[in-house]
């Protein structure tokens, strides 16, 4: 099993609707989440951190997280096609001989279509 | 603008050459990670590093691949000898440490062993 689990898509939604991008981990220590943008070419970019269950906004980007089904996600409202990259999933470890290591998923591929 | 800068941004060498990658972390960071992603593996954490000490080089092929920090200004990563299934982007990223870790990644070294 993987640490750090996403779906790779790619997910393709209109202009305007809602996406979501989801992700599962395997380490129930872990203590910090991240969401991070890669465009094609370019090197990955943070757009969301989370730490506490619940929901997290900032603008048009929503995270949540849920520690009891180790369960991340990252909701883009009124997607626009610049949102059109891949998403990262990033989970840091905070126990152990792994404190601090930042492991990522294999992305996710989002195409926003006119 | 702070940032984390890596050199060289491409290299094409033959197999069996030996590569060295370096980067500087932004200024204060304690943090240092050295990334290889491809298409079929994704972002692979190879090697990370906390003031300086290695903490995890588990994801590294340690008959051929080195990671070091001769200071706090400076991060290596060797190749010898490269082969081809070494071609991939490799990023250096640096943060701060601890919970709130929010790691910045530089361009990438984009290498092709022919």
């Known amino acids: 099993q993987k640490e750090v689990e996403q779906n790779s898509g790619p997910l393709s939604v209109p202009e305007g609707a809602i996406a979501s991008l989801n992700c599962t981990y395997s380490?129930?220590?872990?203590?910090?989440f991240f969401w991070y943008r890669q465009y094609s070419g370019k090197s990955p970019e943070l757009i969301m951190s989370?730490?506490?269950?619940g929901d997290k906004e900032d603008g048009r980007f929503t995270a949540q997280l849920n520690k009891a089904s180790q369960y991340v996600s990252l909701l883009i409202r009124d997607s626009q096609p610049s949102d059109s990259a891949t998403y990262l999933c990033?989970?840091?470890?905070?126990?152990?001989?792994?404190?601090?290591?930042?492991?990522f998923g294999q992305g996710t591929i989002l195409t926003v279509h006119p | 603008d702070a940032r984390v800068t890596q050199t060289p941004r491409d290299k094409v060498t033959e197999m069996g050459q030996e590569v060295t990658m370096r980067c500087q972390p932004i200024l204060g960071h304690n943090t240092v990670f050295w990334y290889r992603q491809t298409m079929m593996q994704g972002l692979e954490l190879l090697a990370y590093?906390?003031?300086?000490?290695?903490?995890?080089d588990s994801g590294m092929p340690k008959d051929r691949f080195s990671a070091e920090m001769p200071d706090a200004t400076l991060a290596t990563l060797k190749i010898q000898p490269s082969e081809p299934r070494d071609s991939a982007v490799y990023f250096c990223a640096s943060g701060f440490g601890g919970l709130g870790n929010t790691i910045y990644f530089g361009e990438g070294s984009w290498l092709t062993v022919v």
């Open positions: 380490d129930r220590g872990s203590q910090s």
């Open positions: 990033a989970v840091l470890n905070a126990g152990g001989t792994s404190y601090g290591k930042l492991t």
């Open positions: 590093f906390r003031n300086r000490a290695p903490l995890d």
């Open positions: 989370i730490y506490s269950n």
